[in-house]
């Protein structure tokens, strides 16, 4: 069985940096598409960004791109998001997702694609 294990999160001032992990275990396939999203209530999951665990570009959403960074570790079997430069607009609770590798891994896929995912971290920035 599958399972995503966030961590990370908390509190940080604006210009600030965190960053997220997911632990993944029980994993069953060679490679999963693997991403993070994030929530604010009353408002839809909002899809940040996605990666391939085997090797391949990453995607990014335009809001983040250039603050993000997705990667994972496989000796590790984490994911990791590096965010930098927050601003209290990226405060939300983030989602750690995952799916068996698929031709078309990337943001156009929403977070109810993915077949597995993690409980949340939340984030909180402050101005």
């Known amino acids: 069985q599958v399972q995503l294990v966030e961590s990370g999160g908390g509190s940080v001032q604006a210009g600030g940096s965190l960053k997220l992990s997911c632990v993944a275990s029980g994993y069953t396939y060679n490679s999963y598409c693997m991403g993070w999203f994030r929530q604010v209530p009353g408002k839809e999951r909002e899809g940040l960004a996605t990666?391939?665990?085997?090797?391949?570009?990453?995607d990014y959403v335009d809001a983040v791109k250039g603050r993000f960074t997705i990667y994972y570790d496989s000796a590790k079997n984490t994911l990791y998001l590096q965010m930098n430069s927050l601003q209290p607009k990226d405060t939300a609770m983030y989602y750690c997702v995952a799916d068996p590798w698929r031709a078309n891994c990337g943001l156009g896929m929403s977070y109810n694609n993915f077949r597995h995912r993690g409980q949340g971290t939340q984030v909180t920035v402050s101005s």
């Open positions: 990666i391939i665990t085997g090797g391949g570009t990453a």
